[in-house]
Each structure stands twice: as structure tokens, then as C-alpha cells.
């Protein structure tokens, strides 16, 4: 619920969002109904935010989007819903120019799913997402050092955290905590495009 607002605001502590991230012209994969383009005033080096979302096409295709066009790629909760990772990457990478930035949140599948699957909390998810899990029992699992490790020719990770913001240990497993307020439970990578 809301996850890219509670990223937000955590965000605007922190310098490296308004000195490198999210500056210049950017796009907001998957950012209905929350998108990032509500807190330009908030990160004044935002020139300019396009939220694309279902009624733009296929955020795995960014069909009609010039290559190499922004400066910043964001998406927060939607590469989860992507039938192909893979090629959705590519194509974020492709629209993002060299020196770019690409700032991805994905739920994590312990803290989200609970490990369980299908997700009991969000039918459409088609990928659970582990930062870095020897083994998974998860069917369609991601291991987001093994993408960052596959990527990392056009790529280069200068972020990734596990987000546990006012995450409860103790809460019963039944209960999806990100629909609250204040909850934050998900992974967050940060790509830098090389020239």
C-alpha cells in the first residue's frame, strides 16, 4: 500500500537521492496510483517525471520509448508482475541513458510472501525476489545478486538493501504488513548505466 511514498519519504533523507538518483528527466515504471511524480517538489533535481502504466503498454516492452532517453528509471512494486524479468530489464536499460540511473523495489519473498506461493497477498505477482539465498523453496524465485551478476556488463550495482522499516518480526505470518501506514519490507537495487 503506497510503497513508493513510504520510500519516498525515507528517501529524502537521504543526499544521494537529490544528488545523483533522481536527477533530471525520469520515468516512473508502474507508478499508478502512487507515483513518484507527486514529490518533484521534494527532489528539486527532478526536472521532469513520466509515470507509465498499464494505459501506456507494456512496462516489459516500453514500446514507443526512445533508447537511451532518461536519465533515471524508477520503479517501485511492479517488476514483480513482469512475465519475463529479463527482458523488462533489458528494455529499462535500453531507455535509460549511459551514466543513468535505474532505482528498483521489489518485495522480498521472505518478509512479502512468507515463502509462501502462490503470494496469498497479491494474485498477479509472477516472481518472488530473495537478496541473496543459497537455496529457495519458492517456485519462481529471483536471487537479486544473480541478476545484478548477469546485468552487470551494461550495469553497475551501487546499491542494493533489504528495506525492514517498522517491519514487525513477531507479526503473524497471515497478515500482510505493507498495508499499513509505516511498514516497509522490500528489497531496493540501485544501477548505475555504463557509457
Known sequence: ????????????????????????????????????????????????????????????????????YFD??????????????????????RILKPGGYLIITVPDENLYEHCYWPSRFN???KWSFTLCEPTSTMPQSINVLDLAKEFSGALKLERLVLQKDFYRETADDEVDQTLTPVAECAIEMIWFKRA
Request: hydrophobic share 40%; glycine share 8%.
Open 1 to 68: 500500500m503506497f510503497e513508493q511514498s513510504k520510500a519516498a519519504k525515507r528517501r529524502f533523507n537521504d543526499g544521494a537521492f537529490h544528488s545523483r538518483y533522481f536527477v533530471g528527466k525520469g520515468i516512473d515504471i508502474g507508478g499508478a496510483p502512487d507515483p513518484l511524480a507527486q514529490y518533484s517538489e521534494m527532489f528539486l533535481g527532478m526536472k521532469e517525471v513520466h509515470t507509465w502504466d498499464l494505459e501506456d503498454g507494456d512496462a516489459q516492452l516500453m514500446k514507443g520509448v526512445p533508447n537511451e
Open 72 to 93: 533515471f528509471v524508477h520503479s517501485s512494486h511492479c517488476l514483480e508482475h513482469m512475465v519475463d524479468v529479463k527482458v523488462a530489464l533489458k528494455n529499462w536499460v
Open 123 to 125: 494474485s498477479d505477482h
